[in-house]
Nanobody
Framework: QVQLVESGGGLVQPGGALRLSCAAFGSIFDINFTGWYRQAPGKQRELVAA????????YADSVKGRFTISRDNAKNTVVYLQMNSLKPEDTAVYYCNVRRQWGNGAWGQGTQVTVSS
């Protein structure tokens, strides 16, 4: 099994920045995908950014050029989401998700991001 621990959410003013972290523990050797999703009140959960084990990244159109997903090279089990130029519409609960080649994936508990003046 894999357990995920997220951190880094909070309240920020429009135009500000936050960095989310997702740390994976347990059976992590076959993780081949890590994604950050978000869910705003009354809306469906959507994929924001993702990174594969090979380093390929992809982003939702709404965050391209503002958000960056990366993996800590020293701690291969930590994935970050750097969020710049935040907008009120980025307000949501952000969830980390991993997929594995041979086992069940996992979701984190979620971290609240609120963008407001």
């Amino acid at each position: 099994q894999v357990q995920l621990v997220e951190s880094g959410g909070g309240l920020v003013q429009p135009g500000g920045a936050l960095r989310l972290s997702c740390a994976a523990f347990g059976s992590i050797f076959d993780i081949n995908f890590t994604g950050w999703y978000r869910q705003a009140p009354g809306k469906q959960r959507e994929l924001v950014a993702a990174i594969t084990s090979g380093g390929t990244t992809n982003y939702a159109d709404s965050v391209k050029g503002r958000f960056t997903i990366s993996r800590d090279n020293a701690k291969n089990t930590v994935v970050y989401l750097q969020m710049n130029s935040l907008k009120p519409e980025d307000t949501a609960v952000y969830y980390c998700n991993v997929r594995r080649q041979w086992g069940n994936g996992a979701w984190g508990q979620g971290t609240q991001v609120t963008v407001s003046s």
